[in-house]
């Protein structure tokens, strides 16, 4: 089982908005208490890093590609963290990976290997 749950992802024409949620799976406690990001990965392309969060919602950081279009928040009482993304592009098509960084780091990292958890991907899929 993973350790972390996207959802909220879809087909959308393009201008269009999607909101992505990540939350634990299972027995975990991870998204409340941890650096958390946002990956993207679209068919023949290696896994990018798309927004990040720190634990008290405070920093963020995006990729220059969706910067002014995406969002990430966080909902703490809920332990879920949020990717509001408007103006989506046929280019924002991919597979979605929500991602926890359980380390003493304050600010998210954007390389893979910082994060300890991940969950299985969300399709985003946006049309002509």
């Known amino acids: 089982q993973v350790q972390l749950i996207e959802s909220g992802g879809g087909l959308v024409q393009a201008g269009g908005s999607l909101r992505l949620s990540c939350a634990d799976s299972?027995?975990?406690?991870?998204?409340?208490?941890?650096?958390v990001a946002w990956f993207r990965q679209a068919p023949g392309k290696e896994r990018e890093f798309v927004a990040g969060?720190?634990?008290?919602?405070?920093?963020?950081d995006y990729t220059d590609f969706v910067k002014g279009r995406f969002r990430i928040s966080r909902a703490n009482s809920e332990g879920t963290v949020y990717l509001q993304m408007n103006s989506l592009k046929p280019e924002d098509t991919a597979v979605y990976y929500c991602?926890?960084?359980?380390?003493?780091?304050?600010?998210?990292?954007?390389?893979?290997?910082?994060?300890?958890?991940w969950g299985q991907g969300a399709q985003v899929t946006v049309s002509e």
């Open positions: 991602a926890a960084d359980r380390s003493l780091r304050i600010a998210p990292a954007r390389h893979q290997g910082a994060y300890d958890y």
């Open positions: 299972g027995r975990t406690a991870t998204v409340g208490g941890s650096v």
């Open positions: 969060i720190d634990r008290k919602g405070t920093t963020t």
